[in-house]
Structure formats: structure tokens, C-alpha cells
């Protein structure tokens, strides 16, 4: 299968740092999205040719659109895009 560049938001920890991880490790291009670099200094340092970090709060939807449309003109192709980010709630009712 042919490298893919993947845009994944919330690689800090859970999914999307696994998958991350798991597609840095075989070759693909990520730019993942963090509120705070200090959490992935393992994937900048690992990978500084393919993992490329952006900071992002995604309830900031201006702040959002400014950095998808910067990653693209950047890199010039998004193969896929992981909307991840968030956090769930759970209880009873
Ligand atoms: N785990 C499950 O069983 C489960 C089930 C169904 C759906 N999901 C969904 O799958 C996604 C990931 O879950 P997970 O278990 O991997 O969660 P997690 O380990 O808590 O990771 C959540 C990620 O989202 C980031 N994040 C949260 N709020 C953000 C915001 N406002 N702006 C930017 N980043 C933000 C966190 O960054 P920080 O480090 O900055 O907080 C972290 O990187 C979530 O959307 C969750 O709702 C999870």
C-alpha cells in the first residue's frame, strides 16, 4: 500500500496517539493535533521527517479551519482525516 498523510486531532493520548503510532511505524505521514507539545516529545523526536505537530483546542472552530487550510497548502494532500479529539460521557439515567 502506497504512504498516506493522515490529519488526526488528539494525538496526545488513547486512539489517537495509538494509531499515530502505529502509522508512523510503518511509513505513513501524520500532522496530529495537541493542546500541549509536551505530551508528544516521543513522536517529534521519533519521527521528525513524517510527524508533524499542531497545536489545537478543536472548540475553536476558527482556529480549526486556519490550520486545516495551513496543513494543506503546506503538504498539498490530506489522504485522510481523523476527527478524534473529545472526550466522552457516561453515566446512568
Ligand atoms: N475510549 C472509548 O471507549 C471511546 C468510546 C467511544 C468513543 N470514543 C471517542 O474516541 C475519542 C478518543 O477517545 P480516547 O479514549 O482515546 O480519549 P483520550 O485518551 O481521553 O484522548 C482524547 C484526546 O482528545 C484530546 N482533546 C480533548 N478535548 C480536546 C479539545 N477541546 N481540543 C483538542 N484536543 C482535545 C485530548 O487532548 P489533551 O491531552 O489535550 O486533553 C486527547 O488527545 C473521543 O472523541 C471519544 O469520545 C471513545
Not at 35 to 40: G, L, N, Q, S, V
Not at 53 to 59: F, H, K, Q
Not at 75 to 87: E, F, K, P, Q, T
Amino acid at each position: 500500500m502506497s504512504h498516506r498523510t493522515w490529519l488526526i486531532t488528539g494525538v496526545s493520548s488513547g486512539f489517537g496517539r495509538e494509531l499515530s503510532t502505529q502509522l508512523l511505524a510503518r511509513g505513513d505521514s501524520v500532522v496530529g493535533t495537541v493542546r500541549d507539545p509536551a505530551k508528544i516529545t516521543d513522536l517529534l523526536e521519533g519521527y521528525p521527517a513524517t510527524f508533524r505537530a499542531e497545536i489545537l483546542d478543536v472548540t475553536n472552530t476558527a482556529a480549526v479551519q486556519e490550520m486545516v487550510g495551513r496543513v494543506f497548502a503546506r503538504l498539498g494532500r490530506i489522504d485522510v482525516v481523523i476527527s478524534n479529539a473529545g472526550y466522552g460521557l457516561f453515566g446512568a439515567a
